[in-house]
């Protein structure tokens, strides 16, 4: 998703006036595909928290260096909010799921929109899939409201963004969850070590 995500920044109308961010843009994308060879489904290896947190902090300067040399209009203000949408809905969640459970935001959990995935019976496969089409679907939108309204585009994106909170929360993204690393569908997987009862 944060190759997507980067794909749709270098190749933003306008983006050849700030060779710096493109190029970043395109090393990003470069790094998550590289990466990808490994890490698709069956993975064998991954980014860990060092990686994802470089790779968020990297989107994270590429949309503020976007906002630094597009117009501010409400269309180009709200781009880098609904292409980055998913990750960001699911850290908000994240947060509120832990503060009503009274623990540390940043406690782990296994109640991101992937584990809930996978504990409703997907394959890993089939989430990175989805993932990657819903990513591709919001850049898609984030291209689109270049040409509407400042009405249109507040209007398309707090659809979106309810849309998608809708759906995280009826997966299950606001309830306990599992703090176990193991996801959901190893934990179900895992035998009883218990000695029968006879």
Known sequence: MGGIIAVAYA?????????LASGIALILAGTCGGLLVYNFPPAKIFCGDCGSNA???VVAFLALDFWR??????????????????????????????????????????SHTYDLLLARG?????????????????????????????????????LIFAA?????????????????RRSPVSLRAVPSKRAPVR
């Not at 190749?11 to 060779?19: D, I, R, S, V």
């Open 122 to 158: 997907f394959s890993p496969i089939q989430v990175a899939l989805l993932c990657y089409v819903v990513a591709i679907f919001l850049a898609g939108v984030s291209w689109k409201e270049r040409v509407m309204s400042p009405a249109q585009a507040c209007l398309v994106t707090a």
């Open 164 to 180: 998608l909170a809708v759906v995280e929360i009826w997966l299950g993204s606001l309830k306990g969850g599992q703090t176990d």
């Open 11 to 19: 190749a933003f109308p306008g983006g050849a006036n700030n060779l």
């Open 69 to 110: 040399f597009q117009p501010l209009t409400a269309p180009t203000l709200l781009f880098p909010f609904l292409l980055s949408a998913l990750p960001l809905l699911d850290a908000a969640l994240a947060v509120i799921r832990r503060w009503r459970r009274h623990t540390s935001p940043l406690e782990g959990d296994r």
């Open 55 to 57: 790779l968020g902090f």
